[in-house]
């Protein structure tokens, strides 16, 4: 956790050196100028920055993993890896029911946005229950 907390506070050093460098170079002071990569560069900077503190956070305080140790064996990282979930159609049922609410607000159809969030009401319990029923019940 503290070479990827290093990395993300690397870039988050390099963005806030850069952000200001391409307001200055863009002219966004102006009025009329392009304020969209400022934001999105400011915003990056942010995001960076939450998860260096986030990491550097949890790198002091858990117990250093086999690749963190300059001294460690291939046999140290055996064992299990952690749970992976199997394979999932309500992802792609969320993803329509979204794609359908997106649809009826650019099309202004009011009752087609209603029918997409009861549809997707359906679609994220079945995601989040997925795992109490069938065959991947725990």
Do not use: Q
């Amino acid at each position: 956790m503290k070479m990827e907390a290093w990395i993300f506070g690397s870039t988050t050093i390099f963005l806030v050196l850069v952000s200001p460098a391409y307001w200055f170079i863009t002219d966004a002071g102006e009025s009329g100028a392009d304020w969209t990569g400022t934001s999105a560069l400011a915003m990056t900077t942010l995001l960076c920055a939450m998860c260096t503190l986030y990491l550097g956070f949890h790198a002091t305080r858990m117990d250093a993993r086999p690749e963190d140790l300059p001294d460690a064996e291939m046999a140290d990282g055996a064992g299990e890896l952690g749970f992976f979930p199997p394979y999932s159609w309500w992802p792609l049922w969320c993803a329509l029911c979204l794609s359908t609410i997106v649809l009826a607000l650019a099309l202004t159809a009011w009752w087609l946005v209603v029918i997409g969030f009861a549809l997707g009401a359906i679609a994220v319990c079945g995601w989040v229950f997925e795992y109490y029923r069938g065959v991947h019940a725990h």
